[in-house]
């Protein structure tokens, strides 16, 4: 049974950073597109960036150049380093992993809030 257990969300000031973890168990990590994505109250759900098994790495717009993803797949956990936090990046966060041609799993997600 695959499990994602992420970790790390807290709440912290308009300029701080925050590093959450995404653990994963039951399967092999290093083969998986690994995500992460948040979802604000009343939104959508949205991709935040991803990084691919070869470790090529994609980001929203929205946090280019403040967040960074990366994976260390000897210890089957990804991670999302997020600096210069604003309000606008409070949300819930989930970790995913995905592969072409089978259904994606989810974690169970962690809060972040910016707020002073």
């Known amino acids: 049974q695959v499990q994602l257990v992420e970790s790390g969300g807290d709440l912290v000031q308009p300029g701080g950073s925050l590093r959450l973890s995404c653990a994963a168990s039951?399967?092999?990590?290093?083969?998986?597109?690994m995500g992460w994505y948040r979802q604000a109250p009343g939104k959508a759900r949205e991709l935040v960036a991803y990084?691919?098994?070869?470790?090529?790495?994609s980001y929203a717009d929205s946090v280019k150049g403040r967040f960074s993803i990366s994976r260390d797949n000897a210890k089957n956990t990804g991670y999302l380093q997020m600096n210069s936090l604003k309000p606008e990046d409070t949300a819930v966060y989930y970790c995913?992993?995905?592969?072409?041609?089978?259904?994606?799993?989810w974690g169970q997600g962690t809060q972040v809030t910016v707020s002073s």
């Open positions: 995913n992993l995905g592969r072409p041609g089978t259904s994606p799993y």
């Open positions: 990084i691919t098994s070869g470790g090529t790495t």
């Open positions: 039951g399967t092999i990590f290093s083969i998986y597109v």
